[in-house]
């Protein structure tokens, strides 16, 4: 694996800890009459982004299964929204922080109202990696449990509808059920070998495969896949980043009685929530219907198994750009790189006088992964990485 290159990619993840606002989670309305609407998404790194309308403005939403309804802190203020209650919310990386749960008289997407929903009011630029996405918040699961969605990946289009025969299910897909928690959120159990991970978080605001922790997966030792490590940071949530030790392979997944799936796996030293997510999510039409609490999964035709990578990642940090991850004997180790090392320069980009404006402008140079990418690192000096497959010998 001398060569290989290798980048980490950041998910933009949210997880609320909301079990004694369920009640606030309850309340909201919407269209009784029968429809069917569809709506263009971006996706970024395997997490979708669409447009949500309030009062005839047009904001910017991460559509994420993971999560209740979010809004940033400036859209309360511009909105003057209705505070219901403040609780404490704890995101994907462990951190807890009371938050103001609010009212939301009404939003629509593609010319349909949802009304009177509880959100959770955030302050989305903590995270430098949320605030290059500019979100201006979540469309989370207690509102999509009133309809029923169909995810189309490959084409970067949503569908949504009320009409519980509105979806052709393909002789090949694969039905998953699904349970909710307090938020909405969908759970579903798998079966590694012998291993039962119970309720993982169906979430589409991962853009991992399988997200899971050391001590609830089998032992890797002799696992005959090939297998990545690296150190650093791997994942942000609201609050930041935590650093972490993390494998990845490609791993047999039972999904249901009848199918199995080989699946990218990412262990975790830490303990922490399963998550499948969007690397695995890509390459299906993927339908939602929480009357029936189950999710479909119709196979497209030309599944994608492109994972172009770097030996390393970058992260923003204190008004600096440091190597936020670097994957065991990649060569950007070879070359001498390690996690929190000053990154001076990358292609024309001078780091150092950082600030976020040029880190958004260095993720989109890592999202390109088309052109090869030079890194000067302090006392290090500039380094070009090519864009190659996971796992490629």
């Not at 509880?118 to 990696?129: G, H, M, W």
């Not at 997510?277 to 479909?296: C, E, R, T």
Request: proline letters at 3%; charged letters at 20%; a negative charge.
């Amino acid at each position: 694996m001398k060569n290989k290159a290798f980048l980490l990619a950041f998910a933009a993840l949210f997880l609320a800890s909301c079990a004694s606002s369920s009640k606030l989670f309850l309340k909201g309305n919407a269209p009784t009459e029968t429809y069917a609407a569809e709506m263009p998404i971006q996706l970024v790194s395997n997490i979708i982004i669409m447009p949500l309308e309030i009062n005839g403005k047009t904001y910017r939403f991460l559509f994420d299964t993971g999560a209740p309804m979010v809004i940033s802190e400036e859209l309360k203020a511009e909105l003057q929204c209705k505070r219901v209650s403040r609780k404490y919310v704890t995101d994907s990386q462990g951190v807890r922080n009371k938050q103001d749960y609010v009212q939301l008289e009404k939003v629509s997407i593609a010319g349909h109202s949802f009304e009177n929903l509880t959100a959770i009011a955030v302050d989305l630029n903590k995270s430098a990696v949320l605030r290059c996405l500019q979100l201006d918040g979540i469309i989370g699961a207690n509102l999509m449990r009133f309809a029923i969605w169909k995810i189309d990946y490959e084409n970067q289009k949503i569908y949504f509808t009320n009409n519980p025969e509105g979806y052709e299910i393909a002789e090949n897909a694969i039905e998953m059920n699904f349970e909710t928690k307090a938020t909405f959120t969908p759970t579903v159990d798998l079966q590694l070998d012998s291993v039962w991970l119970k309720n993982v978080t169906f979430d589409t605001g991962s853009g991992s495969g399988l997200s899971v922790s050391k001590n609830s997966t089998p032992d890797l030792t002799n696992h005959p896949y090939p297998k990545l490590t690296s150190y650093g940071y791997h994942s942000a949530g609201i609050y930041g980043s935590a650093t972490d030790s993390t494998t990845y392979t490609f791993y047999p997944v039972k999904l249901n009685e009848e199918t199995t799936s080989e699946i990218l796996l990412s262990v975790s030293n830490k303990r922490g929530k399963s998550l499948l997510g969007g690397d695995f999510f890509k390459n299906y039409n993927v339908i939602l219907n929480w009357d029936k609490k189950q999710a479909v999964l119709n196979p497209i035709e030309n599944p994608s198994q492109e994972r172009l990578m770097l030996g390393f990642s970058a992260m923003y940090q204190n008004d600096t750009l440091i190597v936020g991850a670097v994957v065991e004997n990649s060569l950007a180790a070879e070359l001498g790189f390690a996690f929190n090392d000053v990154i001076e320069q990358v292609n024309h980009v001078n780091c150092v006088e950082f600030n976020h404006e040029k880190y958004c402008e260095v993720r989109d140079i890592f999202a390109d992964k088309k052109n090869p990418v030079t890194v000067h690192v302090r006392n290090k000096g500039a380094h070009t990485f090519m864009w190659v497959n996971m796992f490629e010998e």
